[in-house]
């Protein structure tokens, strides 16, 4: 297995640490602001990111979906997406747009189909979180909810330690939330056995307020597993509750 040099993970962290969030004095308040972080790594087949895209067009003009965002303070959301591999591999696809009504999250979904797939061979989730956070720093909404969603099926294995990404996130008032896909493959990249996805996401990868993770049985479980884990995030219910058929209208 690749390391990522010392001076690189140094690099990479001083820069995020040296980076200020952009002035929200005059922007465009929405009720929360949300990136939402897929992996593509080598352990995941095309197919299988092309469910997970399914997944979230669907899950983003599910009319819950829409129902929730639409009864929150500001009725809309902001929404960044970008699929990422290894250390240097983060490719955005969808570069902060507001979700309000059906019209908005067919647009998304438009966008997402025609992107071409990307190409990653390690699973570096502590530079997808590095990403994310500089993706909501410099993002040109106003929200007192930050939110970085991460969907994988395996642990971290490039870049820097999990651990620092966590505390920085707390650091700067960011929440992770964590959406591992359980897959029965031969786990020769993940280096994980299926049912230890879920406790090593809970343990490694989400942090901050109200933090939790929605599992996905397999890939083609992960459309009914964003829709619920979506809700929770739009109306912050954090944790302990299930809010995916309360808030239907």
């Known amino acids: 297995m690749r390391r990522t040099g010392s001076i690189g993970i140094r690099f990479l962290l001083l820069?995020?640490?040296?980076?200020?969030?952009?002035?929200?004095?005059?922007?465009?308040?929405?009720?929360?602001?949300?990136?939402?972080?897929?992996?593509?790594?080598?352990?995941?087949?095309?197919?299988?990111?092309?469910?997970?895209r399914e997944g979230y067009i669907a899950a983003i003009k599910d009319p819950g979906i829409l129902h929730a965002i639409q009864k929150g303070k500001h009725g809309k959301i902001a929404i960044a997406y970008f699929e990422w591999a290894d250390v240097n591999t983060q490719k955005l696809l969808i570069d902060w747009?507001?979700?309000?009504?059906?019209?908005?999250?067919?647009?998304?979904?438009?966008?997402?189909?025609?992107?071409?797939i990307l190409d990653g061979h390690f699973t570096s989730i502590s530079s997808a979180i590095g990403y994310a956070m500089t993706l909501l720093d410099n993002n040109p909404y106003k929200s007192k909810r930050r939110v970085i969603d991460?969907?994988?099926?395996?642990?971290?294995?490039?870049?820097?330690?999990?651990?620092?990404?966590?505390?920085?996130?707390?650091?700067?008032?960011?929440?992770?939330?964590?959406?591992?896909?359980v897959n029965d493959r031969d786990r020769q990249y993940s280096g994980l056995p299926p049912d230890d996805i879920e406790r090593y996401y809970r343990k490694n990868v989400i942090a901050g307020k109200n933090a939790f993770i929605v599992v996905a049985?397999?890939?083609?479980?992960?459309?009914?597993?964003i829709i619920r884990k979506l809700m929770r995030e739009i109306v912050d219910a954090g944790p302990n509750h299930d809010y995916a058929d309360a808030q239907r209208p």
Do not use: C, W, Y
């Open 15 to 52: 820069g995020l640490l040296a980076l200020g969030p952009v002035s929200t004095a005059f922007a465009e308040a929405v009720d929360l602001a949300l990136v939402l972080a897929v992996d593509s790594s080598e352990s995941i087949d095309n197919e299988e990111v092309k469910l997970q």
């Open 97 to 116: 747009i507001t979700v309000s009504d059906e019209a908005s999250a067919v647009a998304i979904g438009e966008r997402l189909k025609s992107a071409p």
């Open 150 to 181: 991460v969907s994988g099926d395996g642990r971290n294995n490039h870049g820097p330690p999990l651990a620092q990404m966590q505390a920085e996130a707390i650091k700067r008032k960011i929440t992770i939330n964590g959406l591992p896909i």
């Open 217 to 225: 049985r397999d890939f083609d479980d992960f459309e009914r597993a």
